[in-house]
């Protein structure tokens, strides 16, 4: 382990203070973050990133996701309407990426929003 991570977990220990859970502030996030990327760049895995900084690498895929945008939005879902003369965006070949690495392929828009309404 290396110095950096050695003062991330001292700067998490201060702020947990005796409490066993507790969220982390941006800025300790934001630091997180870069560290992970400069080990990577450097060829040390996610895996092995993470465990430096006491981590769990959830906690890291969430907060990366979130620094990219990569967040769920909104989707209006409307009546579905006849395929045949649907417009092209209808007959689209969809592909849903979820948590995990869960993927879905294949779907057109009546598919899809019969898969977020079963979600609902």
Same mark, same amino acid.
């Given at each position: 382990?290396?110095?950096?991570?050695?003062?991330? @977990?001292? &700067?998490? =220990? %201060?702020? !947990?203070?005796? *409490?066993?859970?507790?969220?982390?502030?941006?800025?300790?996030?934001?630091?997180?973050?870069?560290?992970?990327?400069?080990?990577?760049?450097?060829?040390?895995?996610?895996?092995h990133a993470a465990a430096a900084?006491?981590?769990?690498?959830?906690?890291?895929?969430?907060?990366?996701? @979130?620094? &990219?945008? =990569? %967040?769920? !939005?909104?989707? *209006?879902?409307?009546?579905?309407?006849?395929?045949?003369?649907?417009?092209?965006?209808?007959?689209?070949?969809?592909?849903?990426?979820?948590?995990?690495?869960?993927?879905?392929?294949?779907?057109?828009?009546?598919?899809?929003a019969t898969l977020m309404r079963?979600?609902?």
């Amino acid at each position: 382990m290396d110095e950096a991570a050695n003062l991330f @977990r001292e &700067r998490v =220990a %201060a702020m !947990r203070a005796g *409490r066993r859970r507790c969220s982390y502030p941006e800025e300790l996030r934001a630091e997180a973050l870069s560290y992970v990327e400069a080990a990577r760049s450097r060829g040390v895995s996610f895996v092995h990133a993470a465990a430096a900084l006491g981590v769990d690498r959830s906690n890291l895929r969430t907060w990366g996701a @979130r620094r &990219r945008g =990569a %967040a769920l !939005r909104v989707v *209006r879902v409307v009546d579905a309407v006849d395929a045949a003369t649907a417009p092209i965006f209808i007959k689209a070949n969809i592909v849903v990426h979820g948590p995990s690495g869960m993927r879905i392929e294949g779907l057109d828009v009546t598919s899809l929003a019969t898969l977020m309404r079963s979600l609902s």
